[in-house]
């Protein structure tokens, strides 16, 4: 059982405290995706309850082939064992939005410790001439490894898939048609991130993942069954997510909370450094971060402005110049 602890990092695991003392493993119990099929209304509600009051909801059953995800992880765990210097070929010029993102890069908006990761970006594969690669540069593929590209892209699709169901639920849950997002995301610039946390073997000051909000519109991240990743609730408490292995957790990201005037919040999270029991265990996570369309404008929704949310005021911004702001502010621009 793992503890509630404060933001000045008391213990992680609290020796001697009985496991009924403890909160749960997982703050958030899963909502049902099934739902989807046989109660579109209980879906819409209980996924969108969860939203509005943890930013965060997770799905049981999320229904991905558990052989794809298999082969998705296994092509992920054979990327990551390859030399560095064969992983650094495939690091791009581009600020990590495609290829390989070397360990000790990405540093959380105002932390002074890079994160314990690297990873892996994936795009949307576009055909030649598309207007959008302008802003989504193709994909590249590690040659080293054979079921990479293709395990890897039809997890993309799959998320990205499952992503727009889950929008059908907020949109109905706020009031607006069912399709409200099926065009703004459509083509989106969403990106699949294939994580690796190494083993911790040395103490210091940096953590696995620090404390952030995500830029996009919605995060659908498998593999969080390895603890680790907390949620800052709105009592200043970091909750555990740690959810049973086929369950998927959803987080509302900056964009879709400016949308909705902070009625569905980004909520900050973070990954902590594993127990001593666990520390010499790597940690594989992949969250697909599922983006509006880079020309869409984000504009506050007149009906999230109401008395219990007074309007924040956010200016219109497109996607793109969002997401260029954002990156310059976690040095991956
Ligand atoms: O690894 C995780 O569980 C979360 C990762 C995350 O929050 C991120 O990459 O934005
Ligand atoms: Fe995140």
Redesign the pocket.
């Known amino acids: 059982m793992y503890a509630r602890f404060g933001p000045n990092h008391p213990p992680y695991k609290v020796p001697n405290m009985p496991d009924s003392a403890m909160p749960p493993a997982s703050a958030i119990p899963p909502v049902p995706m099934a739902l989807y099929e046989t109660d579109f209304p209980a879906f819409s509600q209980n996924l969108g309850a969860a939203f509005e009051r943890y930013g965060f909801a997770v799905l049981g059953g999320h229904g991905i082939d558990p052989a794809l995800l298999d082969r998705a992880l296994s092509a992920t765990k054979a990327f990551f064992a390859l030399p560095e210097e064969t992983k650094r070929k495939y690091k791009t010029g581009i600020g990590g939005a495609r290829g390989y993102t070397p360990f000790g890069i990405e540093t959380a908006k105002g932390a002074t410790h890079h994160d314990l990761k690297e ?1 892996w970006h994936i795009g949307r594969e576009l055909p030649a001439g598309h207007p959008y690669t302008e802003y989504m540069p193709p994909n590249i593929w590690p040659q080293e490894i054979a079921d990479f590209h293709a395990s890897t892209y039809a997890l993309y699709e799959a998320l990205d898939a499952l992503g727009k169901k889950v929008l059908r639920a907020i949109a109905v849950y706020l009031k607006l048609d069912a399709d409200f997002f099926e065009a703004p995301v459509n083509e989106g610039n969403s990106v699949l ?1 294939l ?1 690796h ?1 190494p083993p911790v073997t040395t103490p210091g000051e940096s953590v ?2 620090g404390a ?1 909000g ?1 830029i996009n519109v919605i ?1 659908l ?1 498998l ?2 069954e390895e603890p ?2 907390q949620l800052l609730d709105r009592d200043g408490q970091w909750l555990p997510i740690t959810p049973p292995e086929d369950c998927i ?1 959803c987080n509302i990201g900056d964009m879709l909370s400016r949308l909705t005037n902070g009625v569905l919040p980004s909520t900050q ?3 902590i450094n594993p127990a001593e029991a666990r520390k010499d265990f790597a ?1 594989f ?1 992949t ?1 697909f ?1 599922l983006h509006f369309e880079p020309p869409y404008l984000i504009e506050t929704l007149p009906n999230c402005i109401t008395d219990a949310h007074p309007d924040l005021g956010a200016a219109p911004i497109t996607a793109q110049d969002f997401l260029m702001q954002r990156l310059r502010e976690i040095k991956l621009a």
């Open positions: 990873f991130r994580l946390y696995r993942a952030h995500d995060t991240l593999g969080a680790g990743l957790v999270h973070r990954v940690r996570s969250p971060f």
